[in-house]
């Protein structure tokens, strides 16, 4: 530890931008809680301090979630016992080391992964490192919401903190023992530390935004970086809503594709269809706020944000295996559906849209499942660890 701080390492991989920005929104709960007293580092493990390929994770996770096949081969690749020991052994004899001595360098006072592959390696390291045994406490946050590979649970840490039901069964399913297992939601941003679902905050939003008020309003995102065919989709929906008649606002959140947000600029919009296409954004707690639902890929983070402002979630696509139980987990919720079809998601949205009754139910069902206090609680849950050695309550 540095002076009279505590140290605390995160160990993460930039494989989508959900690990890093999980960690980001613990670290600031952190220093709000404990202003001054905690001094966190984040580090992107594989790429800064594995060999190769491994160092190359991130690149090649890019390249894979834009090709579905590949995806689902590693996906089941290591999902399979046989093949996951042998990635197993094979990572451990190349990085050990490596990582062994990131470790020992940052001088944790507790470690926290957020990512599904730094739980095996960094665990044996510290073991070695506190002389045999591990004394440093070692936390994993789970940051996928509605299914997750199976690395991300083992029974060896101190704590596994998951984000739904559906993860706390699987997080028992792969030994990790009861008591080890502490439910409280996903790690947000500040702006999703509370609930925004009422009309007044609504209308308040579109006015700062510059959006129309007292129309309803959709919401199309497509991850950072603007993914699972988002021009289609805007597209298809802006005509439903066109034909629709009634007047209407769509917001169309690019990320970084740049090429998608000039061609949805100069595109004509039905008249009664009010467009905003944007690049990436830094508020979208505010646009989040303003709209009256969403059309999104399943990506864990953009659900649970959205259900902490009371958005009914339309899910357009999911990467196999590992965004499959994030469509369970808004359809089971009862606040959303799974709509492929770009013609068929435009439908949707219209009857969302013509019937304020559903609209209110799903909204309702929405907020029913956000968990806005989860990143502070289990900063907490951290702090009590760190401080007083104090074990996080049960839920
Ligand atoms: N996001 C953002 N600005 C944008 C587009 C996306 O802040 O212009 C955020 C979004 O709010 C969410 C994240 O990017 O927090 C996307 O995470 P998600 O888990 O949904 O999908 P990923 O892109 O990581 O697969």
């Not at 790690?187 to 609504?202: M, T, V």
């Not at 399943?298 to 295996?321: D, K, N, Q, V």
């Amino acid at each position: 530890s540095t002076g009279k701080k505590k140290k605390v390492l995160f160990l993460m991989s930039d494989t989508g931008g959900g690990h890093r920005a999980s960690s980001k929104a613990l670290v600031n709960a952190l220093e709000r809680l404990y202003p001054g007293k905690i001094d966190a580092e984040i580090v992107d493990i594989w790429t800064e301090h594995a060999g190769w390929p491994y160092k190359n994770f991130v690149p090649y996770y890019a390249v894979m979630a834009k090709r579905t096949w590949m995806w689902r081969m590693m996906w089941y690749y290591g999902r399979f016992w046989p093949t996951r020991k042998l990635q197993e052994i094979a990572t451990r004899i190349q990085c050990s080391r490596r990582f062994g001595k990131c470790i020992a360098d940052a001088k944790p006072d507790l470690v926290v992964s957020v990512h599904p592959l730094c739980q095996d390696i960094p665990l044996r390291q510290l073991a070695k490192i506190d002389g045999g045994s591990r004394k440093t406490p070692f936390v994993t946050v789970v940051t996928d919401l509605g299914s997750a590979h199976n690395t991300w649970f083992d029974g060896r840490g101190d704590y596994t903190f998951v984000p739904s039901d559906a993860l706390e069964k699987m997080a028992s399913r792969c030994g990790v023992p009861d008591d080890k297992i502490i439910k409280r939601g996903l790690p947000l941003r500040e702006g999703f530390w509370d609930l925004a679902g009422s009309e007044k905050i609504k209308e308040a939003t579109r006015n700062k935004l510059g959006l129309t008020t007292g129309v309803p309003t959709a919401l199309v995102v497509g991850g950072g970086d603007g993914v699972g065919g988002i021009a289609k989709v805007a597209t298809a929906l802006g005509d439903a809503l066109g034909e629709a008649k009634d007047p209407s606002g769509l917001v169309v959140v690019c990320g970084k594709n740049a090429q998608v947000k000039k061609e949805l600029e100069e595109r004509q919009w039905p008249d009664n269809v009010k467009p905003t296409i944007l690049g990436f954004v830094d508020n979208m707690d505010e646009w989040m706020a303003a709209s009256d639902c969403i059309v999104t890929k399943a990506g864990p983070g953009t659900i649970a944000e959205a259900a902490t402002r009371g958005l009914p979630c339309l899910l357009s696509s999911h990467l196999p295996g590992q965004e499959a139980g994030n469509v369970k987990f808004v359809v089971e919720n009862g606040f959303g559906a799974f709509v492929k079809k770009p013609a068929k998601i435009g439908e949707t949205i219209a009857k969302w849209f013509s019937d304020l009754n559903l609209r209110e139910r799903l909204s309702s069902k929405a907020l029913e499942a956000a968990r806005p206090s989860a990143t502070l609680d289990i900063a907490r849950d951290i702090g009590g660890l760190l401080f007083e050695g104090k074990a996080p309550q049960q839920a």
